[in-house]
């Protein structure tokens, strides 16, 4: 069984930065594919990063230029760096293996104006 431990949540001012974490169980973490996703209150879980076993990286086009994801196998842990934070992207931030569907517990991130 895998498991998703996110960490780093928490309430920053508008144009802040806060990095998040997920921590995974498993042998095969460098092989892997990682997704961070993100719930507003009242709105559909969206995705807003990915990252393949290569290192290529894609986001979605509100966070572009300000979000960035990154992995460390050693680690075996994905990180997503949140820079400019904006009221808007206040939600429990979730972090997914792609494959297996596994997720973790999510991390709230409150952005006050």
């Known amino acids: 069984q895998v498991q998703l431990v996110e960490s780093g949540g928490g309430l920053v001012q508008t144009g802040g930065s806060l990095r998040l974490s997920c921590a995974a169980s498993g042998s095969t973490f460098s092989l892997r594919t990682f997704e961070w996703y993100r719930q507003a209150p009242g709105k559909q879980r969206e995705k807003v990063a990915r990252?393949?076993?290569?290192?290529?990286?894609e986001y979605a086009d509100s966070v572009k230029g300000r979000f960035t994801i990154s992995r460390d196998n050693a680690k075996n842990t994905v990180y997503l760096q949140m820079n400019s934070l904006k009221p808007e992207d206040t939600a429990v931030y979730y972090c997914r293996r792609v494959l297996g569907d596994y997720w973790g517990q999510g991390t709230q991130v409150t952005v006050s104006s």
């Open positions: 990252i393949v076993s290569g290192g290529s990286t």
